[in-house]
């Protein structure tokens, strides 16, 4: 059985994970947590990287600290995770979807204007597939209506718009390294902050509302309760598995990179006949091999061929049922304009298995199959 996911392991983990035991520190913001803030803000040339325990929560961080409040409108695409959306209606906001383009599965820029009203505080871009919103256009909207963005970079680590790396472009940019990312640590995230003002906020919200930041840098001689806060940092355990991987970062993100490309290559035959469609990239955005997907015709074809390739001993999946139709989206959000793309698209997208160490031959065999469904 071909898996569509396996958690990304380079062999040095255990080793860190050793050492963090040895080390006698294992709970949160020790080495191996400020290796890994040090290399996403070197990689990502973030002024400020916070590992947490999940995107999820990051995404929670942020909302907090963008102050988002009961009564909020907060504008995103209902083609996304749940926590997308979670993190605002938290705190009281409601989310306004607004649909996709169906060429990268993002939201369309052009549709965000339409969504704004007087009570708009945040625009939330998810970069599917690790293939970038068009964040020219969503920041000068941004600027016009003086709105805040959050990214959610979730999938985006390693991806770049216009030479820039993703989750930097907003006041608050989130990436996930849950185990089916292209990076892992069981369970994890990580906050970038654009802005310096935000900095020291972030620090006290991430730790339960205390100045256990500025202590440990020496910056005061006691730490005490200031604000309202949480607990959202990781253990040093679930750093130290992290950071094996972003050393290695390069590889792995080459090693999906050549199976992307291999999909790619194989299925291009299928595309130009028209009988699927593949992902688009488009030529300022450079992506992170996170997924390989194609469209099939529609849900009934979709499905047949799921089965297909399971009875093939290969394991593909469908992704997101748009948030906007879910029970908890009827109660908390509301959809702006017109379903065009969002349900049509989302029923006929199939994920291709995807990993680090997926190998060559296997790449092969799944594009026969699904070429073989369609000579079928
Ligand atoms: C994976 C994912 C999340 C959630 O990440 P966690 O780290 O599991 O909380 C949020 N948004 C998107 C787009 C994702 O793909």
């Avoid at 958690?7 to 080390?23: L, S």
């Avoid at 990689?43 to 942020?62: F, M, N, P, V």
């Avoid at 907060?74 to 605002?88: C, G, K, N």
Wanted: charged letters at 30%; aromatic letters at 10%; proline letters at 3%.
């Amino acid at each position: 059985m071909i898996r569509f996911n396996v958690p990304p392991f380079t062999g040095h983990e255990m080793d860190y994970i050793k050492q963090a035991v040895e080390n006698q520190k294992i709970c949160g913001d020790g080495e191996f947590t400020a290796k890994c803030n040090t290399w996403l803000e070197e990689k990502t040339g973030s002024r400020k990287a916070l590992l947490t325990t999940s995107c999820t929560h990051a995404t929670e961080l942020a909302a907090i600290l963008a102050d988002i409040r009961p009564g909020d409108e907060v504008i995103m695409p209902s083609y996304t995770f749940v926590s997308t959306a979670d993190a605002f209606v938290l705190r009281g906001a409601t989310a306004v979807f607004t649909d996709i383009r169906p060429d990268t599965m993002n939201i369309d820029e052009n549709l965000i204007e339409a969504a704004i009203t007087e009570k708009t505080k945040a625009i939330v871009p998810v970069h599917y597939a690790g293939v970038s919103c068009e964040m020219d256009k969503i920041m000068e909207i941004a600027k016009k209506y003086n709105l805040k963005v959050i990214e959610d970079a979730a999938q985006g680590i390693m991806s770049e718009y216009k030479g820039k790396a993703l989750g930097t472009f907003g006041e608050f940019g989130c990436f996930s390294f849950h185990e089916t990312k292209n990076f892992s640590m069981g369970e994890g995230g990580a906050l970038l902050i654009r802005d310096e003002e935000n900095i020291e906020n972030a620090e006290i919200v991430r730790e339960k509302g205390t100045n256990r930041a500025k202590f440990f840098r020496g910056q005061i001689d006691k730490y005490t309760w200031v604000d309202k806060g949480s607990s959202y940092l990781p253990s040093e355990l679930n750093a130290a598995y992290l950071y094996a991987q972003l050393e290695m970062a390069d590889e792995i993100t080459k090693d999906r990179m050549d199976t992307w490309n291999h999909y790619y290559e194989g299925l291009k035959g299928l595309k130009d006949e028209g009988r699927i469609e593949l992902p688009f990239v488009p030529e300022h955005c450079r992506h992170n091999a996170h997924m390989f997907y194609l469209k099939a015709r529609d849900l009934e074809e979709r499905t047949k061929l799921i089965a297909f390739l399971k009875e093939n001993d290969i394991l593909s999946v469908f992704h997101y049922v748009p948030l906007h139709s879910a029970p908890a989206g009827l109660k908390f959000g509301r959809f702006n304009g017109e379903d065009r793309f969002t349900t049509k698209e989302s029923e006929r997208l199939l994920r291709l298995p995807l990993y680090y160490g997926l190998k060559e031959e296997q790449t092969e065999y799944i594009i026969g199959k699904v070429k073989e469904f369609y000579k079928g």
